[in-house]
């Protein structure tokens, strides 16, 4: 393996066996004959992984994410390819795995240092500052079976972190503990990255992916579904899962759209975007609709609302300034110099009463994306100006 290559995995497959019945297990081994089903939760998979790189793990539950993280971090083998590692590897998937209840927390910070491999005398060297970092006060000479579930993690998170690995492997763990907790997590593992660590992040917030990762992979059905940069996948995640979800509802929405427009006899036959799919911060950003009135006498509004891919609203805006329309209309809505920062988004279009109470008729955009040209998180443009 090459000196500048941390990770390398090399047709990684793991299948489990799955029993019906524990006395299937027996049979098979007395009698030879197959009495499980397989599930393949990755599949002849092929990563490498720089020294120094943060890479993303992505993907629905089931997709693999964490059966490839255990293989990295060797809690679990592989049934068949090849893992190399160049470094000491440390995990923080299921914090607190190693504690012992009965243990008080200065007992668990030796033992769990001993399960690493780590002597005595090292831990003793790190202990002031897995306990300045957990922040349990006093606690930390009782039993770990009188700790909250906060505590706990807090406690298993600082040691895990002590280590001070050449990989380390993350399993949503920013996820835990009360905010505060959250943000010193996020900032003890952006200065691992700072020093040059090799680190596997899986998470679900793409927040988190977007702003640690450098590269990022998109694991569906045990296979590699998307590679590329952080940004591109997320964004093409993101769309599938919004995507899915409206498969989903598409029949419920189908039916309601029909019974809004038998009763009202208005209906939305078109929403064209110009321009699409990317438009970039900064463009006229143009939606044509086109509706049909089957009653000329039925007064109605429109309005529209836009949406994150992850359906955050940012703005509702409707025609309350205009006189009430009637019959069929080609409208025109224009957004001057659209100012949302990267990410993917779309519109509902409704078609509503005179009050905008009641729904005539509702069509959503396709999706759209605006590419990312800010290292500055967010997801609009506000003007400022900075004085100092």
Not at 55 to 82: H, V, Y
Not at 370 to 377: A, L, N, T
């Amino acid at each position: 393996m090459s000196e500048d290559i941390a990770i390398s995995m090399k047709d990684v497959s793991k299948v489990y066996r799955l029993y019906q019945k524990p006395i299937d297990r027996l049979k098979e081994i007395f009698f030879r004959t197959r009495c499980h089903n397989e599930f393949v939760a990755l599949d002849g998979l092929n990563i490498r992984v720089k020294k120094g790189e943060t890479l993303g793990i992505i993907g629905e539950n089931g997709a693999g994410k964490s059966t490839l993280l255990k293989i990295i971090a060797k809690t679990l083998k592989p049934t068949s390819g090849e893992v190399n590692m160049n470094g000491m590897v440390s995990s923080l998937l299921e914090l607190g795995s190693g504690f012992h209840p009965e243990f008080t927390g200065i007992d668990n910070i030796y033992f769990y240092g001993s399960l690493l491999g780590i002597p005595s005398s090292e831990m003793k060297r790190r202990v002031q500052e897995v306990v300045s970092f957990a922040e349990i006060g006093e606690h930390i000479n009782y039993p770990l079976k009188t700790y909250s579930s906060g505590m706990h993690v807090r406690l298993a998170f600082s040691v895990a972190m002590a280590v001070e690995p050449d990989i380390l492997v993350v399993d949503e763990a920013l996820s835990v503990g009360d905010l505060y907790f959250q943000k010193k997590s996020t900032d003890k593992i952006l200065s691992v990255k700072e020093k040059g660590k090799t680190i596997l992040f899986c998470s679900h917030s793409m927040y988190y992916v977007n702003r640690l990762c450098d590269r990022v992979i998109w694991l569906k059905n045990g296979l590699i579904a998307m590679e590329g940069s952080a940004h591109e996948v997320t964004q093409a995640y993101e769309t599938y899962q919004l995507k899915k979800e409206a498969a989903k509802s598409a029949e419920t929405l189908e039916r309601d759209e029909g019974t809004a427009s038998a009763a009202s006899s208005i209906v939305i036959r078109d929403v064209v975007l110009t321009p699409f799919p990317n438009v970039r911060s900064g463009d006229d950003l143009t939606v044509g609709m086109e509706i049909m009135s089957m009653d000329d006498s039925v007064p109605y509004r429109v309005a529209a609302v836009l949406f994150r891919i992850d359906e955050l609203r940012i703005i509702s805006i409707g025609t309350k300034d205009h006189d009430p329309l009637y019959g069929s209309r080609n409208i025109s809505l224009c957004f001057p110099a659209l100012q949302l920062k990267e990410g993917t988004f779309f519109l509902n279009i409704l078609i509503m009463d005179e009050q905008f109470v009641h729904v005539y008729n509702k069509k959503a955009t396709s999706y759209f994306t605006v590419p990312k040209e800010s290292i500055e998180p967010g997801f609009i443009n506000i003007p400022y100006r900075w004085t100092i």
